[in-house]
């Protein structure tokens, strides 16, 4: 079958509200710097109204991969779930704008599209509060056998072992993935997922994961050690690929028991880390359905991610492809 | 009466959508660059259709100006009309947490948020589509007369010449300024505006108004002739203060057959116009407000707009207030 698509990416479809904060704000929220906690209304309602004035952007962290997919000129479309208000049509139009698409569901009802309340500090560090809305209510029948069939790389966004009708969704992905002998990748979101969904999260990715990504804390979280070295070890042979992403110290490929270190691309100041590991994803998803070597995905993948943290904002503002052909990629 | 604001403003509750556009873009879509445009909901829709990805930010010009005035320390309210939506819940949000307050109504019915669809071209200007929405349904119900008789400035925003209910409502807070002896101020907001109601705004300046705005295109509309030294000649002694923003070239206030040339502040690379007569005002409402000379209050105006230009957005990204205290202002 021809693919139309490089990635599909399924994934809590998310408007960000990105407002600058302080330490002592975080503090005196309880919220864990770095962390992403899931909120309810009246938390949410509660905390925006002592947040600072905000911006909204479409996000979420499929989306925010796709986006960047599509920067560097790669097909990509997004599989979540939207409500029937503003922030959706928000949503679904920036999908449109970037050259992607958006393949997902609506709701018939009044549940509002879900949004991240983003709190970025003075050191660029982002600590999220979702209140998820229609992005939980995400079923099997929002995704679309054709679409799944049609991409190279299903990429399943770690987020989505938290609400229960996602994860059927993406047992359906994966199971028509398979069948069509398409790559399955999976991001492990953030270390509290992990924690609350380890056993589930180790059996899936034994059995079904081709391409794995993490960060430091979220590959430690899962094998329950401190140590990363040990982490590396624990992971080695589960799945094809994993791609460990370390902040400053770049990433690591871990492919047949050979590492590959990968160096994160120089910045001048980090404004926003939001979607630094999204986009890292995309540059490394959008090497590989383009036959690169993991050494060339990796360094995509840090030529994205450094691009988005010198700005607010998850997605890409210059074109990556441009950035890539200036970089000799 | 104790004054408990520095300046209430009316103006239409909108909410910015922001996107880079190409000169090309504009020409296509038959967008005459730098001005603001009404638009119905079958334009915008078909217009957001087109636009590159978007962020979202609260807007409109007497909400930036409100804005501008908390930066700068003061105390400022917004009076205009919101839907119940998420825009509308966005936009007083932003009021609040800038240390200002939305005093204005909602719609009862399901008449959503006005939105500004702003087109921005890589030499920083801005294009605006506007889909007024709730915005055009405020009305003289919506002016709370202890808000205006609580604060030293009435400011208006021209815009709201446009329909005819905001103009009962502009009428209402004009009349209960005048008897409560506050400043009336009148921004004339944009040119082609100018063009649809110059006899009307006219008459409004020359028995109402005490502190005019305008930029050249404005004032040199209004008064029908090409010649800037025509329109000075001409607006002088209509309104006790006139001041004239002419961009990089900074302004000019006139008052008592006076004209004081002010400079712009320097600054490196222009991003984004949008809201540079909006910050303008702000300065120098907040100038007059505590009691500053013209001089003073021109410096703050090209102060607070050098801020705003240097960013996307409409609003101040840093404390205004820090930067007047470090121009020594």
Partial sequence: MTTLYDVAAIGNAIVDVIAPASDDFLADEGLVKGS???????????????????????????????AGVASLGGRAVHIGKLGRDQL??????????????????WMQDATPTGRCLIN????????????????????????D????EAAKIVYLEGYLFDPDEARRAFA??????RASARLIALTLSDSFMVDRHRPALKGF???????????????????????????????????????????????????????HQIEASPVEKVVDTTGAGDQYA????????????????????????????THYGPRPQVSLRDLATAAGL
């Fill in 145 to 148: 056998a054709a679409v799944i």
């Fill in 120 to 143: 970025v500090t003075p050191d660029g560090q982002r600590t999220m509060s979702t209140l998820l809305g229609a992005a939980a209510l995400l079923g099997p029948a929002d995704v």
């Fill in 205 to 259: 990715i034994d059995t079904e994961v081709d391409i794995l990504f993490a960060n430091e804390a979220e590959i430690t979280s899962l094998y329950e050690t401190d140590s990363f070295d040990a982490a590396i070890e624990a992971v080695r042979g589960r799945a094809s690929i994993v791609a460990v992403t370390r902040g400053a110290d770049g990433s690591v490929v871990v492919t047949d028991g050979v590492i």
């Fill in 36 to 66: 992403m906690a899931l909120i309810d209304d009246a938390q949410a309602t509660s905390l925006y109204s002592r947040m600072a004035a905000a911006i909204e952007a479409s996000g979420g962290s499929a989306g925010n991969t796709v």
């Fill in 172 to 177: 359906k992905a994966a199971g028509l993935a």
């Fill in 282 to 309: 995309a540059g490394f998803l959008f090497g590989l359905a383009r036959g690169h070597s993991l050494d060339h995905c990796g360094r995509l993948g840090s030529l994205a991610a450094a691009e988005v943290i």
């Fill in 88 to 105: 959706g049509d928000v949503f679904a139009h920036d999908m449109e704008a970037i050259g992607a698409r958006f393949a997902g569901g």
